[in-house]
């Protein structure tokens, strides 16, 4: 079993910065594919990033292209999701999870964190 935690969200003004952060409960972690989603009040939950368990390669929903980076830090066992020029469109509880494949599809990964909140204001 793999348990992930997120942490880092928050509030911050539209224009803003924030560095999300998943750690998780295993090492075995580091065989895992990484993916950050995201769910607004009364909106379906989506992806965001992925990222391979190796690190080389990346994938990011169109609207956040250019303002978000995922990356990993295997010897902290670790991944994270800088985002840059956050829009109040980015408000929503951001999830983190682990799965066997980089994907962009939510039931792909079969571990999930229990979300962290980000608010931004207008």
């Known amino acids: 079993q793999v348990q992930l935690v997120e942490s880092g969200g928050g509030l911050v003004q539209a224009g803003g910065s924030l560095r999300l952060s998943c750690a998780a409960s295993?090492?075995?972690?580091?065989?895992?594919?990484m993916g950050w989603f995201r769910q607004a009040p009364g909106k379906e939950r989506e992806f965001v990033a992925a990222?391979?368990?190796?690190?080389?390669?990346?994938a990011y929903r169109d609207s956040v292209k250019g303002r978000f980076t995922i990356s990993r830090d295997s010897a902290k066992n670790t991944v994270y999701l800088q985002m840059n020029s956050l829009k109040p469109e980015d408000t929503a509880v951001y999830y983190c999870a682990a799965g066997r494949i980089m994907s962009i599809r939510a039931d792909e990964y079969a571990y999930w964190g229990q979300g962290t909140q980000v608010t931004v204001s207008s």
């Open positions: 990222i391979t368990w190796t690190g080389g390669n990346t």
């Open positions: 295993k090492r075995t972690l580091n065989t895992y594919a």
